[in-house]
T-cell receptor
Framework: GNSVTQMEGPVTLSEEAFLTINCTYT??????LFWYVQYPGEGLQLLLK?????DKGSNKGFEATYRKETTSFHLEKGSVQVSDSAVYFC??????????FGIGTKLQVIP | SAVISQKPSRDICQRGTSLTIQCQVD?????MFWYRQQPGQSLTLIAT?????????ESGFVIDKFPISRPNLTFSTLTVSNMSPEDSSIYLC??????????FGPGTRLTVL
């Protein structure tokens, strides 16, 4: 079956540091890949997506590139802010009704 | 993108009672889903809410415990029945836009005493 593996958190960074959250996946088909963000006390928000190999999703300074050869979709941001503190979920979907989520990585950014 | 609202946003309930959560989307999504997120955990799919017919439940979830309705394309309810403290979770509604992208509501934070 499908699976998503994320790096364990929490990740603690100083403001303006570079962020990488690793995500690798296992899927039988050609899934779409997503990053969702959950701010404290809120639901999940779609951060970015990529639907095919070599696509780059980007939003709010975050980027992730669909790497089929390494089955990865790592999330990066060049300079994090305190407001980026949240839990980040990597996910994949190869059928409309089936989304597989990673365990989530908590990011804490300190001033 | 679809905008999804849920109510209530949170509730504290007594053991043995039931709570119905409402989900409204602002556009016609193709599919609607209900998830549970236990404290500090990822999301688990409870069921797919089917318009005008019985929901499709995932393994480990049953209709008697989590009855779901979807009377039209933009509205669905989830009832958590005969609650116990183990049901304390965040319950999230989502809608599918297109063929692969789910948008989520803000969640309902349920505490069962």
């Amino acid at each position: 079956g499908n699976s998503v593996t994320q790096m364990e958190g929490p990740v603690t960074l100083s403001e303006e540091a570079f962020l990488t959250i690793n995500c690798t996946y296992t899927a039988t088909g050609y899934p779409s890949l997503f990053w969702y963000v959950q701010y404290p006390g809120e639901g999940l928000q779609l951060l970015l997506k990529a639907t095919k190999a070599d696509d780059k999703g980007s939003n709010k300074g975050f980027e992730a590139t669909y790497r089929k050869e390494t089955t990865s979709f790592h999330l990066e941001k060049g300079s994090v802010q305190v407001s980026d503190s949240a839990v980040y979920f990597c996910a994949l979907s190869d059928r409309p009704q089936k989304v597989t989520f990673g365990i989530g990585t908590k990011l804490q950014v300190i001033p | 993108s679809a905008v999804i609202s849920q109510k209530p946003s949170r509730d504290i309930c007594q053991r043995g009672t039931s709570l119905t959560i409402q989900c409204q989307v602002d556009s016609q999504v193709t599919m609607m889903f209900w998830y549970r997120q236990q404290p500090g955990q990822s999301l688990t799919l409870i069921a797919t809410a089917n318009q005008g017919s019985e929901a499709t439940y995932e393994s480990g979830f049953v209709i008697d415990k989590f009855p779901i309705s979807r009377p039209n394309l933009t509205f669905s309810t989830l009832t958590v029945s005969n609650m116990s403290p183990e049901d304390s979770s965040i319950y999230l509604c989502s809608g599918l836009e297109g063929t692969d992208t789910q948008y989520f509501g803000p969640g309902t934070r349920l505490t069962v005493l």
